[in-house]
């Protein structure tokens, strides 16, 4: 397994990660196959989305931000279940083709480690699985 | 790596495309192991839910037309963020069992591609993963 | 394939199965590689969030009852479309990656059974797959 870090600067950020991905599968020396890239912290996720224009990811976090306000009233004392409701509905991991020694990703997509209670030290995890199998 | 395309017909659709992936997973003469579907798009997705009643599928784009309101307030020119949030609450990718050549689903389980912002034509992208480890 | 069994209690319930998952990964003898745990229904899902304060559980299914309100209008006549809109937030399926015969997890991540339309009996597909490849 490896292993990179992200360092988050803001309470909620999508962080483009892309090249470190992409890096990790090539020191790997995996041809074809798959990558899961996993984040292992209970208020942030992973997603995948636009990257050209900045303001897809600006419009994804207040978006969320409408969908699970922060003044809604929860129970858990740390005052930041907005941030786990959010973290639950993009998810801890992403499962990427491999082909080349390199993500598949379509034309507009970057790969975006998402802060949703920062500025903090993150962790990301990756693993890469030999693939393609009979007649692929 | 597999590709197929879907024609999408509206701004908002889900699609069964549960026999496309199961014709490549039979193509590719897998019998056992994991079966990736990859959406290259950011302003589509892919799930899984109920197929035999249509209704399911319409009150789903109902109800995440109610969580994100294209009335909103966004940045991105576009003018399709609603669409780009939708495809990152969905995810990109679905990673399936292959148990006898075939993706195991529930009785009522169907695979959809999401389209947010159609009519457009879309690409699928499946990797086929032999699998089973250990006493499996 | 390995599969075990949920019992859901309530209508709307988040069951930590961590432990199941990290036994039917030891039974499989898979030291390194991928799990992939699979939701063969329309109406519940799987997560993977805080499990130290059971408030956090809480505070996700009274967050998605707010975001997905059962008194919207929906067409499909079983009256539990919220649910099915529930799953497909979540997702059905959770990529985990193997190592030392153990999930890998992060300090405050458990893995949940989210049921959305319960009580009821649920069924959880367990996939181990051999990993880490080139240089891993």
């Not at 292993?3 to 892309?18: A, G, H």
């Not at 890096?23 to 292992?40: D, N, T």
């Not at 993009?90 to 920062?118: A, K, N």
């Amino acid at each position: 397994m490896h292993k990179f870090r992200v360092s988050t600067r803001r309470r909620e950020e999508l962080q483009d990660i892309t090249s470190e991905v992409a890096r990790v599968i090539g020191a790997s020396g995996l041809k074809s196959g798959l990558c899961v890239v996993y984040c292992p912290h209970t208020t942030a996720a992973l997603t995948v989305n636009e990257g050209a224009d900045p303001d897809v990811a600006e419009d994804i976090i207040s978006g969320l931000g409408h969908l699970v306000p922060s003044s809604l009233r929860f129970k858990h004392a740390e005052g930041n279940s907005d941030a786990h409701i959010k973290a639950s509905l993009f998810g801890p991991s992403l499962t990427l083709i491999v082909e080349e020694g390199r993500p598949v990703l379509g034309t507009w997509q970057r790969i975006f480690f998402c802060e949703f209670d920062g500025p903090r030290e993150r962790s990301v995890f990756v693993r890469t699985v030999a693939g393609g199998a009979g007649k692929e």
